[in-house]
């Protein structure tokens, strides 16, 4: 019999929004404990929650990048439970009529690309969290409720997904998405971006599914990819021994690379569900929706075809370029200062990139893109060559200063007279025999070996196709 995996993931997404999403409360990151609440995210007896219109707007933003239907009518239900982290002992969540209704992710992996459908976007709010001690010896728990009431986006997707690396290129797109349209920083470090993974094994071509096994406590792609590779070999190790598979929840150990029990899960939890009485139903129309539809930037799939059709990019180039709006941004704004697209893209890749911790904020580079594009230039005219601009490229990103002035500031120029390479040249041939009757003895490694003795005498400053043409002529002649 062979086993395919089915694998769903609910990812929760937190809304960058400057308060909570039905308080004034600061939703600011790392704050003290406890300093920003209010009887509204608190629950206490008699308060009203009022809907943060800037969540409403980044939901729907949301919804419309990830092809779903906007509901013209939606609602808040009570999704009641009992958790120390929820004082309210509620969640203000939506069930039946949530936000947005279908839509997809488009991913490409080694078998190919695929659409993974998407179930539903609704909007509710975060619970609190909860701090464990570490001395096992104090069995003492403390409640943080600073996130309780922090707008949440949650993203259900279909069990569409049938690999880890399906899984995992759906993440990447979705946090891609996300940050393009500036809804959420999508940072799973700080929880503003958390996933949990549904997993069953069916029998291939079957319609049935098989039993589900949520997985939390997932906070990496990398952890979600490991922990799927490690459940789908865990099922499938149980059902060739003849064993059953128990609906559970179960946890992601990231010191053993292993899932362990949290605990069973026979039927689904009644969460009594019923509409919020304080809430009013959201009723949007077409006007609404379309004015939120025109403020969305261009989105990563469009944007990664037309730098393959404006520029003429190789589809890697156009993936790692518009990986990240700020990235896509910079590329283009260097183009338009009359760069070649493939050199700029080259350029950016191969030596910015290793300069650059975060390309999420390039905005903050040091080397503004009106003078990389000089620097390139001067590559171009000769003035500089390729080996030099690395140097002036460091340079720039210490003290930011235009590259000419950089340049005649050290004495860079590129040494571009004929006779004053040539009298190198002449030097380095003297000096490197056994190099000279290599090459010609048809080893044309030597040549290499002697262009770089060239530039090394001229301190990487001779033309390298003067050099190239002045060494060929003479060990040819």
């Given amino acids: 019999m062979y086993l395919e995996p089915v694998i769903g993931l609910e990812v929760h997404v937190q809304l960058n929004t400057k308060t909570k999403i039905f308080c004034g409360c600061s939703t600011t990151f790392k704050s003290d404990p406890n300093t920003q609440t209010c009887p509204v995210c608190l629950g206490l007896p008699g308060v009203l929650p009022v809907l943060n219109e800037e969540a409403l707007k980044k939901i729907i933003m949301a919804g419309i990048a990830l092809n779903s239907t906007i509901s013209h009518y939606s609602k808040f239900d009570r999704k009641n439970y009992f958790y120390p982290d ?15 209704v279908g839509g997809f992710i488009t991913v490409t992996t080694g078998n190919g690309t695929k659409k993974i459908g998407i179930t539903r976007l609704h909007l509710e709010e975060d619970a609190g969290k909860s701090i464990h001690s570490d001395d096992p010896l104090k069995r003492e728990s403390y409640i943080n409720f600073n996130r309780t009431g922090v707008p949440l986006a949650e993203i259900v997707s279909e069990p569409d997904i049938s690999t880890p690396d399906e899984a995992y290129e759906y993440l990447r797109n979705l946090k891609t998405i996300m940050k393009y349209i500036d809804v959420s920083d999508c940072n799973m470090e700080e929880g503003s971006l958390r ?75 009644d969460y009594r569900y019923f509409p919020d009485p304080d809430l009013a139903p959201i009723v949007l ?25 404006q520029y003429g990019l190789p589809e890697y180039d156009a993936q790692v370029l518009t990986s990240s709006r700020q990235l896509a941004e910079y590329y283009e704004s260097v183009v338009k200062n009359g760069v070649n697209s493939k050199k700029a893209s080259n350029w950016i890749m191969s030596e910015m990139l290793a300069k650059v ?15 990389l594009a000089s620097l390139l230039k001067l590559i171009d005219n000769g ?9 002036v490229f460091d340079e720039m990103i210490l003290t930011g200063d235009d590259p000419m002035k950089i340049i005649n500031e050290k004495g860079l120029v590129q040494m571009t007279n004929v ?18 009757r290599d090459y010609r003895n048809g080893r044309d490694k030597a040549l290499k070996f002697l262009v770089g003795q060239v530039m090394k005498e001229s301190k990487g400053k001779a033309n390298p196709q003067i050099v190239n043409d002045l060494l060929l002529k003479k060990l040819q002649g």
């Fill in 86 to 100: 929820l004082p309210k002992a509620y969640q203000i969540s939506q069930y039946d009529k949530p936000i947005c």
């Fill in 419 to 436: 006779g004053e390479i040539e009298t190198i040249v002449d030097r380095v041939l003297a000096d490197n025999d056994a190099s000279v």
């Fill in 357 to 371: 911790a975060d390309i999420d904020d390039i905005a903050s580079f040091s080397i503004i893109p009106q003078r």
């Fill in 285 to 309: 129309n077409d006007d609404y929706i379309a004015s939120i539809r025109e403020s969305l930037p261009e989105l990563p799939d469009a944007k990664y075809s037309r730098f393959i059709a």
């Fill in 383 to 391: 003035t500089i060559s390729g080996k030099i601009a690395k140097t």
């Fill in 195 to 269: 996933c949990d993974v549904n997993i069953s094994l069916r029998e291939k071509g079957s319609a049935k599914l098989g039993e589900k096994v949520e997985i939390k406590n997932l906070n990496s792609f990398k952890a979600v990819k490991m922990a799927i590779e490690y459940e789908i070999g865990r099922q499938k190790n149980l059902i060739d021994d003849g064993n059953t598979i128990i609906q559970e929840t179960r946890l992601w150990d990231s010191n053993r690379n292993e899932t362990f029990s949290m605990r069973s899960k026979e039927e689904a939890n």
